[in-house]
């Protein structure tokens, strides 16, 4: 089949490197966002997305508004188009471009975690699998019919960044099962039951700050899932603290208010929570670099006592 292939974010590379490589299908064309500026120095930097397509002498599109290169997009020709991170909502003018339609690859089990964040929501809340969902696109936000799923349990110590690249993977494996069945003629649909689903808005670093009031496990999953990105931090005497690894542990005796440091030494930084206790173990303050407490504490001395914002 002829594809366009649309997206954005670096989770959909393992995808177009297959679409790339495999026989079965020909990408046509590759639709991403524009350029932007990165970093401190602002430096115009393309998507890693286009950097691929053109090094495999395929035409890149960049509109500011997708919905506005309806007829660009129809002079690719495509049979279906493959959505990933593209981070644009499409029209229905859009969608109903490409014949076969639109298939969006969504890392996550739908209805469950619609939306900007699955990855980090599904370690955030606890959740003990997740998976990539190849659905139909209509214009609601992840709303459409399921083709397939695949589904892979998380790991007690998965990271939003471990999960990220580990969905990354398995996704070209379902889009090749997903796209074999659209073109058998005659695919699966399944509605999605709009009474169970949850949704995530795009994060921000102010998701990221602790609140020592809340539970000990909570925290733990919250610091793995907002790793690498928007990351966690509290305050340390005015300064921002970002908080890399910790582990939540139970609490023996009565502790004392949330936030109150209950330990400092090699083992790491413990920490009074709304229930339990949260032991940092790697931290980086403001300005300075990512160290094990052990370290951070020999720059910074702490002692039992001392309050955490």
């Known amino acids: ?105 969504h890392t996550s089990l739908l209805p469950r975690h619609r939306g900007a964040a699955p990855i980090q929501a599904a370690i955030r809340d606890g959740d003990t699998e997740t998976g990539v969902t190849i659905m139909f696109m209509d214009e609601g936000l992840d709303t459409g019919d399921i083709l397939l799923m695949k589904r892979t349990p998380i790991a007690a110590d998965e990271t939003g960044g471990s999960l990220h690249d580990r969905l990354a993977l398995q996704a070209p494996a379902a889009l090749e099962e997903a796209l074999d069945l659209l ?41 793995r899932a907002f790793t690498p990105w928007p990351g966690t931090s509290c305050l340390l005497k005015e300064t921002q603290m970002k908080i890399h690894r910790a582990q939540a542990l139970p609490a023996a005796d009565a502790c004392p208010a949330p936030g109150t440091i209950v330990r400092a030494n090699a083992e790491g930084i413990l920490v009074s929570c709304g229930t339990g206790l949260l032991n940092l173990t790697e931290v980086q303050i403001e300005g300075g670099k990512r160290l094990p407490a052990a370290d951070f504490l020999r720059g910074h001395p702490l002692q039992a006592g001392d309050l955490l914002g």
């Open 1 to 105: 089949m002829r594809v366009l292939f649309i997206g954005t974010g670096d989770i959909g590379l393992p995808s177009l490197e297959w679409l790339l490589s495999t026989p079965k299908h020909q990408v046509v064309g590759v639709v991403t966002q524009p350029d932007k500026p990165v970093g401190r120095k602002q430096v115009l930097t393309p998507p890693q997305v286009k950097v691929r397509a053109l090094a495999a002498g395929i035409t890149v599109m960049q509109p500011l508004k997708i919905r506005h290169a309806v007829e660009e997009l129809k002079a690719f020709n495509a049979d279906v188009a493959v959505v990933i991170a593209y981070g644009q909502i499409l029209s229905r003018a859009v969608l109903d471009v490409p014949p076969l339609g639109c298939l969006n690859v």
């Open 183 to 223: 073109a058998s003629g005659n695919p699966p649909r399944e509605k999605q039951d709009d009474s169970k689903a949850t949704h995530v808005r795009k994060l921000t670093r102010q998701d990221g700050r602790l609140d020592w009031k809340r539970p000990a496990v909570e925290l733990d999953r919250l610091i």
